[in-house]
C-alpha cells in the first residue's frame, strides 16, 4: 500500500475493533504514562502483558490496581526481557520503559544512557527473535531535538541532539532505532517507528521534579508552590493526547508497514505552548483562594531548556490525530481528577472517566 492510503482526514481515535483480543507487550506500565496506557488498552480488549520495574510505594500503578499482566524485570536485563516477550507471542509490542526525568539523569547519567540506549536495543533485539510481532511503537520524547532555543516548532527531520545525558540517551535511542530497523528490520514484516511526545500532565503523576506533581504536593500541605524558571516554555498535553497518537501509530505501523515506520511527533497546538509560570497561575486559580506559587530564591543548579515546541503536522495528516483537550482543560480535569483522589475517589474509576470522556469529545479545538 502506498504510504499515503493510509492517510486519513479530520479528528480519530483508536479503533476498538483492532484491540480487541490483540496480544500487546507493553514495556513501563509501572510508570505514569504506562499505567495509563494499560488501563486504556484493557478497556479496549486487549489482552496486554507488561514488563517494568515495581512500582514504587505511592505510584499510579499501585493505586490504579493491575491492569492485563504485569511482570516485574528491568530492560537492561536483555535475557529477562526476551523470556518475558517470546512465550508471549505478541503482535504488537509498545515500548514507554525509560528513566525519563532530566534532573535525575544529572546524578545518575549511566543508568540514563543504560536504561534509554541498550534497554531499547535489547527490545529490539527480543523482538527480531520473535515470530508473530508486526508493529513496534518506541516512545522517545520531544526532547530529542538539537534544541537552539527557537519559537518555531521542530519537525520530524530536524537534527537530533541533547545537551542534558536524558536529552542526549534519548537522541542515541533515535539513532539506534534507526540503525536497527534499516540493518536488521527493513527486509522482514515487523513495523517500527517512534514517538515524540510533549510535556505530559494527568492525574495521578507522582514523580519528582515535574511540575504538575510539585504543585500539587505544595498545595496539599498548604505550602507556596515553588517554581525555578517561571518562563521556561514547553509543549503541554494531557496524558492520553499522545497515548491515543501512540495507539493510533500502532494501527498505522499494522495497516501500512514500512510507509509509517519513521519518526512522530505528538504535540499541542502552539497556543498550548506556554511558560511555565501561566501554568502554575492557572492551577492555582483552580485550587482556590488559598494557593499562591512563588518563585525559587535560587534558580536550578543544572541547565534545563527554555524553549521547546513540537510541530505535529505530520500525525494530524496522515494518522488523524489531532489533540482534544486544550490546555485549559487539561489542567482543569488534572486538578480535579487529584481533589477527587483526596476526597476518597479510586483512581482506577477516575481514569476509565477520563478515557471516556477523551474518547467522547467529538472534534479538535480550534
Known sequence: MDPGEGAVAGLVGPDPAFW???????TGQTGFKGAWLALWLESLGAVVRGFA???????????????????HGDIRDGAALEAALLPF????VLHLAAQALVRRSYRDPVETFATNVMGSIHLLEAVRRCPGVRAVVMVTTDKCYENRERPEPYREDEALGGRDPYSASKAAMEIGVAAWRASFLAAGE???ATARAGNVIGGGDWAEDRLLPDCIRALSAGRSIEVRNPAATRPWQHVLEPLAGYLLLAEALWRDGAGMAEAWNFGPAMQD?????????????????SAAWHVAAQPGAVHEAGLLAVDAAKAQARLGWNPRLPLALALEWTVAWYRQ????A???ALMLADIARHAALGKAYP
Open 346 to 348: 479510586a483512581p482506577r
Open 53 to 71: 520495574l515495581p512500582a514504587e510505594p505511592g505510584s499510579l500503578a499501585l493505586a490504579a490496581g493491575p491492569a492485563g499482566e504485569s511482570l
Open 273 to 289: 505552548v506556554q511558560p511555565v509560570g501561566e501554568v502554575v497561575a492557572e492551577v492555582v486559580r483552580l485550587w482556590g483562594p
Open 341 to 344: 483522589q483526596a476526597g476518597g
Open 89 to 92: 507471542r505478541p503482535e504488537v
Open 190 to 192: 515487523v513495523a517500527v
Open 20 to 26: 480487541r483480543g490483540r496480544r500487546v507487550f507493553l
